[in-house]
């Protein structure tokens, strides 16, 4: 499986970005897809999660309302979709394929496919 995560960049706060992640390898309709982001000397966090069939989301509690996440089981593609950005958001942002088929969830040891990751600096 590979995984590239494209989209991120400089922006204002209050502005928005969409993050897209190419995926190829392993039936991607079969598995959860997440997205996760690192901050600069923080630890990795869980951002948000969408099913295989993209009918359930979940997300970070201090997220919700600002980002969306979505899928194209077709296009093999996921998206993040970042509004009202704050300088704290500033990270670089990862999208993951769960283990399991079956696993719904923010722990991301139970990920086992990363993309590169794809930066995103928000100034205020």
């Known amino acids: 499986v590979q995984l590239q995560a494209s989209g991120g960049g400089l922006v204002q706060a209050g502005g928005s970005l969409r993050l897209s992640c190419a995926a190829s390898?392993?039936?991607?309709?079969?598995?959860?897809m997440g997205w996760f982001r690192q901050a600069p000397g923080k630890e990795r966090e869980f951002v948000a999660v969408?099913?295989?069939?993209?009918?359930?989301?979940y997300y970070a509690d201090s997220l919700k309302g600002r980002f969306t996440i979505s899928r194209d089981n077709a296009k093999l593609m996921v998206y993040l979709q970042l509004n009202s950005l704050k300088p704290e958001d500033t990270a670089v942002y990862y999208c993951?394929?769960?283990?399991?088929?079956?696993?719904?969830?923010?722990?991301?040891?139970?990920?086992?496919?990363w993309g590169q990751g794809t930066e995103v600096t928000v100034s205020s």
């Open positions: 993951a394929q769960a283990t399991i088929a079956g696993y719904v969830g923010p722990d991301l040891r139970l990920y086992d496919y």
């Open positions: 969408i099913t295989s069939s993209g009918s359930i989301t």
């Open positions: 390898g392993r039936t991607f309709s079969s598995y959860t």
